[in-house]
Each structure stands twice: as C-alpha cells, then as structure tokens.
C-alpha cells in the first residue's frame, strides 16, 4: 500500500470511530463512500469497488462496534434484554433485504428513507417535543422490528444505528442508552454482512491480493488499527455532553445522511 493509501485508511478510521462511540452507528456512513474513493484512485479492483467498500466496511464495524459497545457497557448503558431481542430479527432481516436489493427500485426506497431521516432529524435539531413515548414492544414485536431495521438498512445500504436510535428513543429510552444499545446491536449485523459478502465474493475474477471474497483485509487492519482506539473516546463524549447537544448533533448526523441519500 501507498503511503496516501495508507493514511486515507487510518483518517476514515479516526471518524468513523468516533461516529460509532458517539452516536452509536457503525461508521458505515462513512467508511463507504471513502473506501469508493480510495479503490477507485488506487485502481483497486475496478470491476467490483462498491462490493468491496460494502464489504471491507461491514468487516470494520465488527471490530468498532465492538470497542465501543464494549465502552458503554461498562458504563452500563447497554440494555442487552433489548440486544437479545432485537438481535435474531435484525439479522435475519438484513439477510432477507439483501436478498430483495436486487428486485426492488433501490433509488425510490433511498429516496422515500432519506425523507424519514429529513422529518426525524428535523424534529430533533427544532427540539420539538417528541410525541409522548409508546411502550417498549414486548419480545415479538421487537423481533419484528429489528427485522424491518435490518431489512431497510440492507435495502438502502445504511448502518442499523440510523433507525434503531430513533426508535428506541421513541419507545422512551434514554438517548444515551439507545446509542449505547443501538451499538452493541451493529456489531451481529456486521458480522452476518460480512460473512454474506465474503461468501458471495468467493472465487471472483479481479480480486485483489489480500481480499477474501469482497473483503479486502489489508484496509479493515489500517482502518482497525485507528477506529478502535477512537471508538472508546466517542462513547466518553457522548456520556459526557449534556443530552441537549447530543440530541441536535446525531439530528445533524440523520440530515447529512439524508442528503447523501438524496444525491446518491
């Protein structure tokens, strides 16, 4: 690797480290559209950089959703009763979305997502009063919701954080714990992803050295080696600023993917 390869890799490490601790996504957000870019200038595998960007990035998010769920629970902010329950649909959703991306008109349902994260963000960043908060759903209906979270994040090629914050904040958690959980939940769907891309990947022609099926190790090891010691540090960040800011930093967050939705 270059040396501008290599720091294009530690410098989208740094932040979607530091995304993953504060607001609890997987950096995903991130890490794709950087990752493009560096294939795309470094020539690497030309034929297959989307499958590759996806892939490396779902390889990360196992190591930096790791560090920083494992830095909000010992904070104890992580409600690992709604991890378990959230889990099993989360994943088998994700499966059952990529399954769909194929057959669905993927740029309406960007479209239509990006505008739920427009109305959700805004309401966040006026500091409108959110509607009173429904109940917590009992172990099937969170099933069922962390399939449709793990469906559409497969669908629109977004990490799970950006539904399952608002959610469980909706459901009356504390935004601290739901980032705390929404975390500690990433780190499955990423496991799943990336054994579904390197599967898929398998014996594919133009694939560069060091890459196994669509993931390419030698970038998750430099982006690893940044984003996990940074990991913890967002979570510090997030348990230390006043929920007020948090809440209109993350609103700021959902726009921003939003308009990466919208011109993508």
């Not at 609890?24 to 020539?43: D, N, S």
């Not at 030698?218 to 348990?239: E, F, T, Y």
């Amino acid at each position: 690797m270059t040396g501008l390869e290599i720091g294009a890799y530690l410098a989208t490490g740094v932040a979607s480290g530091l995304l993953a601790g504060l607001f609890g996504l997987g950096g995903g957000v991130i890490l794709v559209p950087a990752l493009m870019w560096v294939f795309g200038y470094t020539g690497v595998a030309t034929d297959w950089i989307p499958h590759l960007a996806v892939g490396t990035s779902l390889a990360t998010i196992i190591g930096t959703g790791g560090a920083s769920a494992r830095a909000h629970h010992r904070r104890g902010a992580v409600r690992w009763d709604l991890f378990r329950h959230l889990t099993p649909g989360i994943v088998l959703g994700a499966w059952l979305g990529a399954a769909l991306a194929g057959l669905l008109p993927e740029l309406w349902l960007k479209r239509i997502f990006a505008v739920f994260l427009v109305y959700v963000g805004a309401r966040m960043l006026i500091g409108q009063a959110a509607p009173s908060a429904r109940a917590m759903p009992g172990r099937l209906g969170l099933g069922l919701t962390g399939a449709g979270i793990g469906a559409l994040s497969a669908l629109v090629g977004i990490g799970g954080g950006t539904m399952t914050v608002p959610f469980l904040v909706r459901s009356g958690l504390d935004l601290r714990r739901a980032v705390a959980t929404s975390a500690a939940c990433g780190v499955p769907i990423a496991v799943a992803g990336a054994i579904g891309f390197v599967a898929i990947g398998w014996g594919r022609e133009g694939l560069p050295a060091g890459a196994t099926g669509f993931v390419y190790w030698p970038a998750v090891l430099v982006i690893l080696l940044a984003s996990i010691p940074v990991a913890p540090l967002g979570a510090r960040l997030a348990h230390g600023l006043p929920l007020a800011v948090l809440r209109r930093l993350f609103a700021l967050l959902l726009l921003a993917v939003a308009l990466r939705l919208f011109w993508s």
